[in-house]
């Protein structure tokens, strides 16, 4: 069985940390990042199945992370949580 992969994505280092060692723990496999590109990029390389999606990151903010995610992958792209 696939062991399900959850991207974590906060401009708190410290929530990205707790968050993804919670998981972890859980049996997720997980990556942490901490800009709105970084999201863009690990979607592209990790495919995660689920991305936590904190919306209030600066420069590019979790909805604009949605948006484009939205545009380039359709329905095909993972499932999104807002934190």
């Not at 979790?62 to 993972?78: F, I, K």
């Amino acid at each position: 069985m696939k062991q399900p992969r959850i991207l974590v994505a906060d401009d708190d280092a410290d929530a990205v940390l707790v968050l993804s060692a919670l998981l972890r723990d859980e049996g997720y496999q997980v990556r942490g990042v901490h800009h709105g590109a970084e999201v863009l990029d690990a979607v592209f390389n990790f495919a995660p199945d689920v991305v936590l999606l904190d919306i209030g990151m600066p420069k590019m903010s979790g909805y604009d992370v949605a948006r484009t995610l939205r545009e380039r992958y359709g329905s095909a792209r993972p499932v999104l949580i807002a934190v």
